[in-house]
């Protein structure tokens, strides 16, 4: 399994929508992915352990896909029109990578 | 519900078994925490979407409670132990932070 893992950095003083993300946005990449996507998450940083302190991530996100052409498949062709979204609940500009779930 | 997502930095040439820690460490902690630790998963980086190329972290674990209390109680005595294990598969020091899950 593939988890796709999107990471927006906790600086001070940015914009970050949340509901918009959870309501709008996470739905309507799910749509455009379709059924290659098995689901999302979302989590809003709280805090940091290691460091203490702020969290070094005001929003961790993952979606989940069976393998990575299926990603690839269907997040390539809509990549476009994902990142034209972002601008409507941020100004942070998001670190983005594919995992292979291991446990 | 909450998610303890640790990151493992991608620094080239560091040493990282993840044999030993899907195998040993993660399932010490999970011992460690007892039952207020409902899961874990362990992500392996594998390519880099934004900015492509390589990964920004070569491990993406985490580790799910029920509330922040849960983690706190069961987590703040036994860090030490945990910290203590980590010397054992790698020498990369990971970002750690606490989420509240959101979706």
Do not use: W
């Not at 950095?9 to 059924?35: Q, T």
């Not at 460091?51 to 062709?77: C, I, K, W």
């Amino acid at each position: 399994m593939i988890r796709v893992t999107v990471l927006y950095p906790n600086k001070p003083g940015m914009r970050f929508d949340l509901a918009y993300y959870v309501e709008k946005h996470c739905p309507m990449v799910m749509e455009l992915l379709g059924e290659a996507c098995k689901g999302f998450g979302v989590d809003q940083g709280i805090a940091g352990v290691m460091p203490a302190g702020e969290p070094a991530y005001r929003v961790v996100a993952h979606f989940l896909f069976d393998t990575l052409e299926d990603f690839q498949n269907s997040f390539g062709p809509n990549a476009a029109a994902i990142a034209a979204d972002i601008p409507n609940y941020t100004d942070l500009q998001p670190i983005i990578q594919v995992g292979e779930v291991r446990a």
